[in-house]
């Protein structure tokens, strides 16, 4: 079996998902800026968002090697890993969407099913630093959000919830 590459002139989202996950990303940040200030949208993009990362649990990712037809080493490509695609959402939905109480629900949905996904695919033990760490960033930021007390008790909940999916203690 033979491998190709091909390259074009600017990135793809089939061919580098975090280019995609960055666009889908972008929409909610914008989504949830002051001046548009548009949760509908912002959740309905964390929805794509939590299906392109639930389709990747069950796939190989990170960097891989493309070898010719005599089983020879020719090209490295650098992919990012599981691990790194999740840091890229988490990182900015920890910044920007924990703040209302719809796209903060969505963002611990979406660890939620990655989580249940990766369990179905076999995948869980290879992914769950990942996902557990970022639910504790995620506790920590609604403790200290300005959403109303029941809110913050209700998603500190599902978080605890997401937790014991795969038996892993919560705080």
Do not use: W
């Not at 091909?6 to 960055?22: I, V």
């Not at 109303?148 to 795969?166: F, H």
């Amino acid at each position: 079996m033979s491998t190709s590459l091909r390259t074009g002139f600017e990135r793809t989202s089939t061919q580098d998902p975090s280019f995609g996950l960055q666009q889908l990303l972008d929409v909610t940040d914008k989504a949830l800026s002051p001046g548009v200030n548009d949760p509908t949208t912002a959740v309905h993009a964390l929805s794509h968002i939590s299906a392109v990362l639930c389709s990747l649990t069950a796939r190989t990712t990170g960097p891989i090697t493309l070898y010719d037809t005599n089983d020879q080493a020719r090209v490295n490509l650098t992919l990012p890993s599981f691990a790194e695609l999740l840091d890229l959402v988490m990182d900015q939905l920890t910044t920007y969407a924990l703040t209302d109480p719809r796209t903060a629900g969505r963002s611990i949905a979406m660890l939620s099913e990655v989580t249940i996904t990766a369990s179905q695919a076999g995948t869980l033990p290879a992914h769950a630093p990942t996902p557990h760490g970022h639910l504790a960033r995620v506790q920590s930021a609604v403790e200290a959000s300005t959403l109303d007390a029941s809110i913050r008790a209700d998603l500190l909940s599902q978080l605890t919830d997401i937790g014991q999916l795969d038996g892993q203690p919560r705080a």
